[in-house]
């Protein structure tokens, strides 16, 4: 009997052991830090995960140049025009570091915390997955959250077109081109005949005589004046050209020659002037 107690005993301590065991490991991984890939919200608030950087981010100086000018070659060639873009595809994290005429492109694979408080470095490589330490290009940056919990801007020192000075980046609310071309020339517009004209932030450019999918050009190299050019993307083979530029509050279109090989001039006088509606 009193062998039967004891195992009675032993046994209810063995259960309220493994409960107590089950307890604790539940804990641990509700307590646990995110996966820095996998999109959770980190427990740590001070911590930076890869996937809090994931966006399009340009370069303060410019986007304000861009606003106040309307103009895209005009704003590159007064203060530098940079994008970071951060992108996840699939588990991994491709990040695309542009001034609109040369891009670098790498993975970036973790961010670390540096020395200062707010101030951290992503880890790039061209390669995802293990790679040797003389392959990471280390990008630091500096930032802090708002209220919600989210990087609105980075100061970001870049090392490929900025030569590692700190210069203030912001987020994008919408993909790159759309805010261009919502900030340079979307609306709807009437020429001096009453014709009506009107380009899209999507990139749709419909004018009395034709319609084509446009992109504004970014590369001032391309020409001295402004540029719209068939989209790429959603027209490879398209071969319109249009300049533009704002004077009085009006936008003038331009009758565009080709200088050389992705070169290009605008006629000096517009054949169009536009009044915005």
């Not at 606003?67 to 873009?85: D, E, I």
């Not at 609109?100 to 490589?125: H, N």
């Not at 004077?247 to 070169?263: E, I, M, N």
């Amino acid at each position: 009997m009193a062998h039967q107690l004891r195992s009675a005993r032993v046994f209810s301590a063995l259960v309220v052991s493994l409960a107590l065991i089950a307890t604790v490991q539940a804990q641990d991984q509700q307590n646990a830090p995110a996966d820095p890939k996998d999109g959770t919200k980190p427990i740590r608030a001070d911590r930076v995960f890869v996937s809090d950087l994931q966006g399009t981010w340009i370069s303060q100086p410019y986007l304000e140049k861009l606003k106040a000018t309307r103009a895209p070659h005009a704003a590159a060639r007064q203060t530098p025009a940079l994008v970071v873009k951060v992108q996840k595809e699939e588990r991994t994290y491709p990040i695309l570091v542009t001034n609109f005429q040369k891009a670098v492109l790498k993975f970036l694979l973790d961010v670390e915390p540096d020395v200062k408080p707010g101030s951290y470095r992503m880890v790039t490589a061209p390669e995802d997955g293990v790679v040797n330490s003389s392959d990471v290009i280390y990008i630091y940056f500096r930032g802090k959250r708002n209220a919600d919990g989210k990087f609105d801007s980075l100061s970001i020192a870049d090392p490929y077109f900025a030569k590692r000075k700190f210069l203030t980046f912001t987020r994008l609310p919408d993909a790159l081109e759309i805010v261009v071309n919502r900030l340079v020339i979307a609306g709807r517009y009437t020429d001096e005949q009453g014709r009506n004209y009107e380009f899209t932030e999507g990139g749709d450019a419909i004018l009395p005589e034709r319609k084509f999918a446009y992109e504004a050009s970014l590369d001032p190299r391309t020409a001295a004046c402004e540029l719209l050019l068939s989209h790429r993307e959603r027209e490879p083979q398209g071969q319109e050209r249009l300049g533009f530029a704002w004077k009085g509050g009006k936008l003038q279109l331009f009758d565009v020659k080709s200088a050389k090989k992705d070169r290009h001039t605008c006629d000096a006088k517009p054949f169009a002037i536009l009044t915005p509606q």
